[in-house]
């Protein structure tokens, strides 16, 4: 019963998490390359949505990829601020803590 608690528990926070991700790609899509960032929006969709894949599957070392991308003054947060939509990064990061 324990186990079958726990396996739940962890599956709606995938799901919290992989709901996150989709609204991360939706504003991606509509940004553009930030000078600040390091990385292109094209470059940043692909190795968000490569994470988005590897923990749809249950790769546990998932997190700690996408979490790289989100480090203060990081390339995300960069082309988030320089897109006008930096308020919702701080949400999305926080639904992904």
């Known amino acids: 019963m324990i186990r079958k608690w726990l396996k739940q ?13 989709d609204d991360l790609l ?41 979490w790289s991308l989100f480090v203060p003054t990081g390339p995300l947060q960069e082309t988030a601020i320089d897109n006008g939509w930096g308020d919702e990064f701080l949400i999305i990061a926080s639904k992904l803590a």
Not at 33 to 49: F, H, K, N, P, T
Request: proline share 0%; charged share 40%; net charge positive.
């Open 9 to 21: 528990r962890r599956d709606r926070g995938i799901t919290e998490k992989l709901e996150a991700i």
């Open 26 to 66: 939706k504003l991606l899509a509509k940004s553009t390359d930030s000078s600040y960032s390091g990385l292109s929006v094209a470059e940043l969709v692909e190795r968000v949505e490569s994470t988005r894949k590897k923990l749809k599957g249950g790769d546990s070392k998932a997190n700690k990829a996408l």
